[in-house]
């Protein structure tokens, strides 16, 4: 089976772009970026509410109030049924936690993922929070989610392969630290629309994949497991966990490929400055 895969994503690799992929012109760039900066601005200001004792979807509440504020909508919000504005995914939850009556308590992780549409963009990231003194097991984990995105972002440039992006990825966390990195779910092109091509896979393989052009915006999101990559689904239909409920960490941004590089346009304010 490895050698089949090897072998479509060598085809893959050399055939031409079957989809579309929209490349930014320099106003939709610019409302990427102000739509990018204020899911940025949601993390920052739900940080102080992560702690013992609060509900999910007090979080949640809090975070649909900042973004219709700023008069911006949050596009998880009914999109495909999805019932809240946030994903909140706690330990053993890979992604797309939905926000409900579960209290946070001494010692969780909880990943806090935020989408905006701003002038009708979408700006798309997540960051890991600790709840109070949690294990050093968990506080590695969540270290090496964060380096492994940085890694896969270091990839990004005009004409690079996007399995270079995931071959960055796998190989940090994975070969060097043992994790599981997941595979069921990517990262996406993003702009007016929440989910588009190109699929970003966290599991790549280094020179394949098409070429990135400058302009295209997309979502790198490494969900890294302590033991399998293998997911379950809940009967919510949305909730995926661990296959044998050890924990999972997730970290993202979204990116513009830009003339000489990458940028980051999902930066929080202190990394603004």
């Not at 797309?96 to 990943?111: C, T």
């Not at 798309?124 to 709840?131: G, I, N, Q, W, Y």
């Not at 440039?157 to 997941?182: C, L, M, S, T």
């Amino acid at each position: 089976m490895r050698d089949l895969l090897d072998s479509l994503d060598d085809r893959a690799a050399r055939a031409p772009p079957t989809v579309a992929i929209d490349i930014k012109s320099k106003p939709e760039i610019e409302k990427m970026r102000r739509s990018c900066q204020l899911a940025a601005d949601v993390l920052d200001m739900i940080e102080p509410h992560v702690v013992p004792g609060v509900t999910t979807l007090e979080l949640d509440r809090l975070c649909h109030e900042f973004i219709v504020r700023a008069g911006a909508y949050p596009a998880p919000l009914n999109y495909k049924g999805f019932p809240k504005s946030i994903c909140t995914s706690i330990n053993e939850v890979v992604c797309h936690g939905i926000p409900g009556d579960r209290a946070l308590v001494e010692g969780d992780i909880v990943n806090i993922d935020i989408t905006t549409i701003l002038d009708g963009y979408h700006g798309d990231t997540s960051e890991m929070f600790c709840v109070g003194e949690v294990d050093p097991a968990a506080r590695k984990l969540i270290d090496v989610t964060r380096r492994a995105l940085w890694l896969g972002i270091q990839e990004v440039g005009p004409n690079k392969r996007i399995g270079d992006i995931g071959a960055a990825i796998v190989e940090f966390a994975q070969r060097e630290h043992g994790y599981g990195v997941v595979e069921a779910f990517c990262g996406h092109g993003i702009g007016r629309e929440f989910h588009t091509a190109p699929q970003v896979s966290h599991v790549g393989r280094r020179g394949t994949g098409m070429r990135m052009r400058e302009g295209m915006t997309f979502t790198i999101e490494p969900m890294i497991n302590e033991g399998t990559p293998n997911c379950e689904i809940l009967d919510d239909g949305w909730t995926a966990i661990t296959r044998d409920g050890r924990l999972s960490a997730q970290a993202e941004h979204t990116v513009l490929v830009t003339a000489d590089g990458v940028e980051v346009l999902t930066l929080r304010s202190s990394a603004r400055r």
